[in-house]
Every structure is written in C-alpha cells, then in structure tokens.
C-alpha cells in the first residue's frame, strides 16, 4: 500500500527528531546512518528517500534547531522589569537535547553552523533593536557587531559549558531555567550589563587607539528631551 502524505511527514519528523538527539548525543562523525535508523524505527533506505546523505540530513536538522531558536519578536520585552536579548536561549534549556545539538554543533563546527549562528545573529538583532525602540536598551554606535559580540559570549559559555558548571555550579543542559539556579551566572552577567567593567577615566588611552567609531556616538533617550 503506497504511504500517505502524513505518514511521510511523521517518518520526517521523527527521523530528523532521532537525528538531533543522537546528533546531540554522540557527536555527528560518530552518529551513524544505521543508527539513525534504528532510533526512528526506519530503514536506511528510507533516510537516503528523504535526505539524500547524512550531510543532507544535518541541514535539515540545523534548519529545525534555527527555526526553534527563531522566537516572536514580542517575546523580547518581558515587561518592566526588563529585556531579555536571547529568549529563546533560556527557552531551549527547557528541552536539553536541543542545547545538545547546538552545542555540538558549535563545537564540530560544519558547512551549516554559520548559517544557524547566522539566523541567530538576525535575530539578536532584531530583539536589541526592539529593546531599543522600547527604551530598555540604550543605542549602540555599532548595532550589529554589539549584537553579534553578545552572541558570540552567549554560545561561548554553552560551548563551555562544562567549565560554567565547574567553575560557576550552573549547567546549562540540565533543563532547569530557575533564576535561582542561575543566580551564580546571572549575578555577575547583570552587574556587567548594568554598571560596566572599568572606570571610564581608564578607557581613554585605549579610546585614543582606537579609530573612530563607523555609527554615531550612542545617545541616551533622556538626552533626546
């Protein structure tokens, strides 16, 4: 009997699903066809139908896990008392295996990682932009490389997340967003945010150094009045 339409999407779905969790698990040069397969409850034959290759097969995976990561715009601000400029990060540690995968992939690297760090960055983008407009955020001169130097320090630390547990007692792939459980990650990730590093005297030397900035110097919403 020739399958339905619906029988193939839930072959796609549960291999791709099989797919990140072995993926996540083992690493992708370990992962196997066979094993993919076996996990899905498929054969071989029928991933080669749908995905050409096991390369084709982690494009798609990555496509999924982007898609994932892709959170609605209005989900930037959550309330007054904040802005969070990577809600889908703290949405994912609600489903580890993902991190997993994402973490593999940041550490296996591939022809597809750029792409998913890609769309994360537009991403990130889009969510300063927003806490921008809703005066939560203050401007940036260079809008763009502040977003993309915030994600590069966000998937550092998943990329080293071993070491933030040694070092911190936070694990990141235990599934638990609980505040208080983070409290030792988020402490000083917020005096950072809010109070800066250095003095400013103490920038000027490097300031001097440097040349001047491609955007406009930031202004202050309250400077605008």
Do not use: N
Request: hydrophobic content about 40%.
């Amino acid at each position: 009997m020739q399958s339905t339409g619906d029988e193939d999407v839930s072959s796609i779905d549960r291999i791709r699903e099989s797919a990140i969790w072995l993926f996540g698990a083992h690493g992708f040069r370990a992962t196997t066809l066979k094993s993919i397969a076996a996990e899905a409850r498929v054969s071989q034959a029928l991933i080669v139908h749908h995905f050409k290759s096991k390369a084709g097969l982690r494009t798609a995976c990555d496509r999924h896990v982007a898609h994932l990561v892709r959170s609605r715009k209005e989900e930037v601000v959550d309330g007054p008392q904040g802005v969070d400029p990577f809600p889908a990060m703290r949405r994912l540690q609600e489903a580890p295996h993902l991190l997993r995968y994402l973490t593999r992939a940041l550490t296996e690297g591939g022809e597809s990682t750029a792409g998913l760090v890609d769309d994360m960055l537009e991403d990130a983008v889009e969510y300063l932009a927003l806490g921008e407009r809703s005066g939560l955020i203050l401007p940036s001169a260079t809008p763009r490389d502040r977003a993309a130097l915030l994600l590069i320090w966000s998937l550092g630390a998943l990329t080293l997340h071993e070491h933030v547990a040694r070092l911190l007692g936070v694990d990141f792939l235990s599934g638990s967003t609980s505040p208080a459980e983070l409290s030792r990650y988020l402490h000083p990730a917020i005096e950072l945010y809010s109070q800066g590093l250095v003095a400013e005297h103490s920038l000027d030397g490097l300031l001097s150094m440097l040349p001047e900035s491609p955007g406009a110097p930031p202004t202050h919403p309250d400077e605008e009045r």
